[in-house]
T-cell receptor
Framework: DVKVTQSSRYLVKRTGEKVFLECVQD?????MFWYRQDPGLGLRLIYF???????EKGDIPEGYSVSREKKERFSLILESASTNQTSMYLC????????????FGPGTRLTVT | QQQVKQSPQSLIVQKGGIPIINCAYE??????FPWYQQFPGKGPALLIA?????SEKKEGRFTISFNKSAKQFSLHIMDSQPGDSATYFC??????????FGKGTSLLVTP
């Protein structure tokens, strides 16, 4: 089975801190994604990557950056965390974009105080 | 701008009922329409998906109906069970691009 793991289930950070969220997939997938999930807003795409060192902005990239140095690992970085970035963050991977299933990790609940 | 509009936001049905969740889209270039199911504390998981060359697809108790001319698609859950209680997301994309998700429907199936 495809497995997507995220480094933390729960994280509490202070305003202004630099935050790293890590995601690892074990199926040699080309594409990886970061979403945030908020009640009533669904899943919103922050960034995605279709290859190592490649990245594309999603719908809400402001305040975030990403890094993909290895195929299996995709990191989301909050350069200076703010309270409006308190959310559930979901990582996903897929063989490629288009008609292929996205596999999601369990999510990281980030609270910024 | 929400590219996929999903309704209702929440739904309560009795066991054995047939909940229906509806989605609408505007971009006629979309050619892949999946539904994801999410249980509390878990990430979403693919439930069923359809391409626009068919009008209906069934997998077990789950059916997608697709109306290309109306740019709408819906999920029907036959003989719903309490274990189907979850949040359901519709999505749409065009080949080679990322998925656009609806806002989700929270379904509760009562015993």
């Amino acid at each position: 089975d495809v497995k997507v793991t995220q480094s933390s289930r729960y994280l509490v950070k202070r305003t202004g801190e630099k935050v790293f969220l890590e995601c690892v997939q074990d199926m040699d997938h080309e594409n990886m994604f970061w979403y945030r999930q908020d009640p009533g807003l669904g899943l919103r795409l922050i960034y995605f990557s279709y290859d190592v060192k490649m990245k594309e902005k999603g719908d809400i990239p402001e305040g975030y950056s990403v890094s993909r140095e290895k195929k299996e690992r995709f990191s989301l970085i909050l350069e200076s965390a703010s309270t409006n970035q308190t959310s559930m963050y979901l990582c996903a991977s897929s063989i490629t974009t288009g008609f292929y299933e996205q596999y999601f990790g369990p999510g990281t609940r980030l609270t910024v105080t | 701008q929400q590219q996929v509009k999903q309704s209702p936001q929440s739904l309560i049905v009795q066991k054995g009922g047939i909940p229906i969740i509806n989605c609408a889209y505007e971009n006629t270039a979309f050619d892949y329409f999946p539904w994801y199911q999410q249980f509390p504390g878990k990430g979403p998981a693919l439930l069923i998906a359809i391409r626009p060359d068919v009008s209906e697809k069934k997998e077990g108790r789950f059916t997608i109906s697709f109306n290309k001319s109306a740019k709408q698609f819906s999920l029907h859950i036959m003989d719903s069970q309490p274990g189907d209680s979850a949040t359901y997301f519709c999505a749409a994309s065009r080949s080679g691009y990322a998925l656009n998700f609806g806002k989700g429907t929270s379904l509760l199936v009562t015993p």
